[in-house]
Nanobody
Framework: QVQLVESGGGLVQAGGSLRLSCVVS????????MGWFRQAPGKERELVAA????????YYADSVKGRFTISRDNAKNTMYLQMDSLKPEDTAVFYC?????????????????WGQGTQVTVSS
C-alpha cells in the first residue's frame, strides 16, 4: 500500500512563495513517477508538474512554467513543489500523486495513488 501526505499549503499574498512537500510511505517510492495536481472550485483537476523516478525528466503546465519547480529526494521519500511569484489564479487544492510507472507521465489516468490535498490560497 502507498500513502501520500501533503503539507505546506496556506494563505499567501500575490507575488509570494510557498513550498509544498509530499511524503510517501509504502512500496518503492524511488521507482515511481510523481506529480502535483490542483483543483480549483468548479474546475477539473489538472496536472501542474510531473517528475520521473530519477528526477531527470520534468513537465510543467504552461501556466506555471518559470514560476514553479518540482523536485524529489528519493532518500527521504519526499517530493516538493516550490511555488514562486504566486498569482490569485493559483488558488486551489493541491494534490500529490504517484504513478505506477517510473517514466514521466502526464495523463491523470496513469496516477494510481493520491494524497488528501492541501489548500493554497493566494490573495490579491
Amino acid at each position: 500500500q502507498v500513502q501520500l501526505v501533503e503539507s505546506g499549503g496556506g494563505l499567501v499574498q500575490a507575488g509570494g512563495s510557498l513550498r509544498l512537500s509530499c511524503v510517501v510511505s509504502g512500496r518503492t517510492f524511488g521507482h515511481r513517477a510523481m506529480g502535483w495536481f490542483r483543483q480549483a472550485p468548479g474546475k477539473e483537476r489538472e496536472l501542474v508538474a510531473a517528475i520521473s523516478w530519477s528526477g531527470g525528466s520534468t513537465y510543467y503546465a504552461d501556466s506555471v512554467k518559470g514560476r514553479f519547480t518540482i523536485s524529489r529526494d528519493n532518500a527521504k521519500n519526499t517530493m516538493y513543489l516550490q511555488m514562486d511569484s504566486l498569482k490569485p489564479e493559483d488558488t486551489a487544492v493541491f494534490y500529490c500523486a504517484a504513478s505506477s510507472m517510473n517514466y514521466l507521465v502526464v495523463a491523470i489516468t496513469q496516477y494510481a495513488y493520491w494524497g488528501q490535498g492541501t489548500q493554497v490560497t493566494v490573495s490579491s
